[in-house]
């Protein structure tokens, strides 16, 4: 054998080599990437999941715009229960229609801060408490606007973010509302500095490019899903979790934390001449029980001794001989039902309108 055809044979026994190495890792990932398509498929045509999820803004977002979610999102909560709804999220960031971010003259705008009770979880866009309570100062106001800069998981550690940064749009009022589960989250890492750490992430190449294209898909949102429902969630257990046995000093470290930021938003907001209401609203169980858990009266002694204005919701709730089967989304959720929010509405309309001042609408909305 001559040795060019020796160096010719040799090169075509090890390209051989490399075609039948490469050809297996090559097939592996073709089979991964076909089954990826049919599980996508099959999850999307049996409705396990929706094909998109609701996901909080980018740090090129959190520049621009006030609210926490990202602009311009319409998709499907709830889906496989009883609760499924489409949910809006505006080109602000908040949940609900879109709204001009310049108020109109004579407009009389409130910014409702709070967490998955302010959001509304699992409550069409309509149904939320901002909504409704949109609805009932219109009937007074004439020209009302209630935006919802509600976020699920969220404490004062961050809700105070989110009201400094909704002055964006010229609220006449910021409404903070208080959760009996609140203290409990500050005793975890607060939800503010995960959505920062979580800004980070997926800012960064090439997260940023493989998190564009999965948010949108079934399959991780199945996961998404299946992640959130392993999680105790805060208001979903037939027991107030205000009342879990917590080492005493890391509530009290909690309680003073939460005092020291609600005082620095309302002297913030004091200075700014923007009215702040407080409001609590009760779990279900504090409802039937007709007393607040652990955390209850103490907060609510925090708030009075800054001098805020406030709204305790437990009695109204009590008041309407509605079942508190029927003002919550029992048994499966701890949320407040559509109804339990309409209560909730009437009453906080007339604390806005009646209690403060017969003019507030026009006089507070005419005054800025």
Avoid at 55 to 67: I, K, Y
Avoid at 134 to 144: F, I, K, S, Y
Avoid at 194 to 222: C, D, M, T
Wanted: glycine share 8%; with cysteine; aromatic share 6%.
């Amino acid at each position: 054998m001559t040795p060019d055809l020796a160096k010719r044979e040799s090169s075509a026994t090890t390209a051989g080599r490399w075609r039948r190495a490469a050809g297996g890792p090559l097939l592996a990932l073709l089979s991964c990437g076909l089954a990826f398509v049919v599980a996508e498929l099959l999850i999307r045509l049996a409705g396990l999941a929706p094909p998109a999820a609701l996901f909080t803004v980018s740090a090129q977002e959190f520049s621009r715009v006030p609210g926490i979610f990202s602009p311009n999102q319409s998709v499907i909560e709830g889906t496989g229960t009883r609760f499924e709804h489409p949910t809006q999220i505006d080109s602000l960031g908040y949940r609900g229609v879109d709204f001009p971010r310049r108020k109109e003259a004579g407009e009389f705008r409130v910014l409702y801060v709070g967490d998955s009770f302010t959001y509304g979880h699992n409550v069409a866009d309509d149904e939320t408490l901002p909504a409704q309570l949109e609805a009932q100062l219109t009937t007074v106001c004439g020209r009302a606007r209630v935006i919802n800069a509600g976020l699920s998981g969220s404490t004062i550690v961050g809700e105070d973010e989110m009201a400094l940064r909704g002055l964006a749009v010229a609220p006449d009022l910021v409404v903070l509302m208080y959760h009996e589960n609140d203290i409990d989250e500050l005793l975890d890492q607060d939800m503010w500095s995960k959505l920062a750490e979580n800004r980070r992430v997926k800012s960064q190449f090439p997260v940023s490019v493989v998190y564009r294209l999965l948010r949108h898909g079934a399959i991780w949102n199945l996961a998404q899903d299946a992640r959130r429902a392993t999680r105790n969630h805060p208001a979903a257990s037939a027991v107030r979790e205000a009342d879990q046995p917590v080492p005493l000093d890391a509530v009290a470290a909690a309680h003073r934390r939460y005092r020291k930021h609600l005082s620095a938003l309302a002297d913030t907001l004091r200075s700014l001449r923007v009215p702040l209401l407080f409001v609590l609203f009760p779990h279900p169980e504090s409802v039937r029980a007709g007393r607040g858990g652990r955390d209850y009266d103490r907060i609510r002694a925090s708030a009075e001794g800054i001098g805020l204005p406030m709204v305790d919701l437990m009695e109204p709730l009590q008041r309407s001989g509605v079942r508190v089967e029927d003002a919550f989304l029992l048994p499966e959720d701890y949320h407040p039902s559509a109804q339990g929010y309409r209560i909730a509405a009437v009453s906080l309309s007339a604390a806005i309108i009646g209690v403060q001042d017969p003019q507030t609408c026009q006089a507070v909305s005419t005054g800025r």
